[in-house]
């Protein structure tokens, strides 16, 4: 997972035509940390599409934005718009995060 840390190519990165998906989340995040344990996996699975890893704290005006209020959060990006996002209360077992793949792309 490429990471992004500034808003130049957080914007060039979401211009994509094919979907990319971007998680946002914070060293200090416990949570951010357990989705690490089991994220890889799930990347594995999505393999086919490009993921890239965004630090809140770095970039706030990026997640102010596109209202990531809890971390981590999963945000899908097509051609610049967001075409779904997955709230960190809803992002906690790897069950949860592949559900919202499959019905988000």
């Known amino acids: 997972m490429e990471s992004i840390h500034t808003i130049e190519k957080f914007n060039e990165t979401?211009?994509?035509?094919q979907p990319v998906i971007i998680k946002f989340q914070a060293?200090?995040?416990?949570?951010?940390?357990?989705?690490d344990m089991f994220i890889g996996?799930?990347?594995?699975?999505?393999?086919?599409?490009r993921w890239y890893d965004v630090n809140r704290d770095e970039i706030s005006e990026v997640a102010d934005k596109y209202?990531?209020?809890?971390?981590?959060?999963?945000?899908i990006f097509k051609q610049g718009e967001k075409i779904a996002h997955l709230h960190s209360a809803d992002a906690k077992t790897p069950e949860e995060v592949e559900e919202f793949l499959q019905t988000s792309l």
């Open 27 to 35: 060293d200090w995040c416990p949570d951010c940390r357990r989705m």
């Open 67 to 75: 209202e990531v209020m809890g971390i981590p959060s999963l945000l």
């Open 14 to 17: 979401i211009e994509s035509e």
């Open 41 to 49: 996996e799930v990347l594995e699975e999505y393999n086919q599409y």
